[in-house]
């Protein structure tokens, strides 16, 4: 303690010598300057850099400090001087940059694909929230290209400005950065309502706006549909059955879900998200089409949504240990996306008001799967099981008895070519990635940068 205490007075008795002399110094020198020509000291001219350029050099002297103070200062106004015009010609190279930007945009004309002109009795303006997302933005392809007016809403949370890029600027598409757990005042003719995070690790990072999304951003949908007397689809879930005890499972079975476990926020978001949807089509006669979504698959997946698909296609293209939990026996249905986009536009268009089952009949189990991408991607990667995850389904197999009879509808997209299609995307998106990252590297290792660098 003691010896602390001194240290701390030696640095307190340095600290004051050394004012004292910076005192002293400044006396000195003022004094030695107070006759010179001009009537202004050193210390006066150090304090106004703007008044010394406009008084011109400074006035000769055969002191040897005031020589070197003034050495110094006109280096570091000759520095500033350089910074400022080196400033200025950047300024000015970003402008030219930018002009020639702008004038290459307008004078490129954008190519979209082909659309059908639908004239206005038949043409609808068509909302769908989380449109940017994986499902979404296949949904607004096919309802584009039927010539409609599309707007869609997303908060990127999981959705991609990547995923629908190529509708930018087309006279019949618009893209609204927003919440949807925030009211929204539009005026449309159908909404398919899609936002929601959907694979575990998303939907888990975050529990509470994932129920908000689904609760609160599902009431906003019902009142914006109220207002302006638009029908409303809601992208539900097979998590709503939770872990069936019945199988395979028809939209009658009400399901057997843990309310506190870790995928409730989605589970019972997504069944609150059904019940409000016909309280409000009971009470306020809002139309209402419910579709209960079974695992989808496709291009523009989002790689890292921890979901069985995407998982073994990176594993595999990355020659990883392909990972399945649990003993592997739990079973899945797996459809294509393109299939589930008809099902839902046939879902919209029908006049069918009960949920319906969107989904594969056709049922594997996880480890059939996961030698089925080993084979499709080639390459080492070896099998392995590991820990089972909670709460996670047994077996998962829809009844599409409704769709088929009342929409006419069933997947069609058989389950190797969809998985040959989607391995391609991830093939690309990885190759892509690499890429990226190696110019990230060049860029930050850059002497330049480097040199730029505090």
Same mark, same amino acid.
């Given at each position: %303690? %003691? ?79 350089? =910074?400022?015009?080196?400033? =200025? ?10 002009? =020639? ?75 609204? &950065? ?14 398919? &309502? ?107 997946? &989002? %790689? ?39 099902? %839902? ?39 392995? =099981? ?69």
């Amino acid at each position: %303690m %003691m010896t602390a205490t001194k240290k701390r007075i030696k640095i307190v008795a340095a600290a004051s010598f050394s004012l004292l002399l910076v005192v002293y110094l400044y006396r000195a020198i003022s004094a030695s300057t107070v006759g010179m020509p001009g009537g202004v000291g050193v210390v006066g001219r150090l304090s106004g850099p703007i008044e010394e350029e406009q008084q011109g050099q400074w006035p000769p002297t055969e002191d040897a400090i005031q020589r070197s103070l003034q050495n110094a200062y006109d280096a570091h106004n000759s520095l500033i001087k350089e =910074q400022r015009a080196e400033l =200025q010609r950047t300024k000015e190279q970003l402008a030219q940059l930018e002009e =020639q930007i702008r004038s290459l945009q307008t004078s490129t004309p954008r190519k979209y694909p082909k659309v059908k002109y639908l004239n206005y009795k038949n043409r609808k303006r068509i909302l769908i929230t989380g449109g940017a997302g994986f499902v979404g933005s296949h949904l607004v392809d096919d309802l584009m290209i039927q010539g409609h007016e599309v707007i869609v809403v997303d908060n990127f949370f999981t959705g991609r400005k990547r995923n629908v890029a190529h509708w930018l600027g087309h006279e019949n598409f618009e893209l609204i &950065h927003h919440d949807i757990v925030n009211p929204l005042f539009i005026e449309i003719d159908e909404i398919y &309502h899609l936002a929601s995070p959907a694979s575990p690790p998303h939907y888990m990072y975050n529990p509470v706006k994932t129920i908000k999304t689904n609760t609160m951003g599902t009431i906003n949908v019902l009142g914006l549909a109220k207002r302006v007397m638009a029908k409303v689809l809601i992208a539900s879930t097979s998590e709503v059955y939770g872990d069936p005890t019945v199988h395979p499972q028809p939209e009658t079975y009400w399901g057997h879900v843990n309310p506190i476990g870790p995928r409730a926020c989605y589970d019972e978001g997504k069944r609150v998200s059904e019940t409000l949807s016909y309280a409000y089509a009971k009470q306020e006669k809002v139309q209402v089409r419910v579709a209960r979504i079974f695992n989808t698959y496709g291009p523009r997946m &989002h %790689m890292n949504d921890g979901r069985v698909v995407s998982n073994f296609i990176l594993q595999a293209l990355r020659n990883e240990t392909i990972t399945v939990y649990g003993n592997g026996r739990q079973t899945r249905s797996f459809q294509y996306v393109s299939d589930l986009v008809d099902g %839902m536009i046939a879902l919209m268009a029908s006049n069918y008001t009960q949920p319906v089952n969107l989904g594969n009949p056709v049922e594997q189990s996880i480890e059939e799967f996961a030698q089925i991408i080993k084979q499709l991607v080639g390459g080492p990667s070896p099998i392995k =099981q590991t820990k089972a995850v909670e709460d996670d389904p047994q077996r998962r197999k829809p009844d599409i008895t409704r769709a088929r009879h009342y929409l006419k509808w069933e997947p069609k997209v058989p389950l190797e070519r969809g998985l040959r299609q989607t391995i391609s995307y991830f093939r690309n998106e990885l190759a892509r990635s690499d890429r990226f990252q190696e110019s990230s590297n060049k860029y930050f290792d850059s002497p330049d940068l480097q040199r730029s660098r505090p």
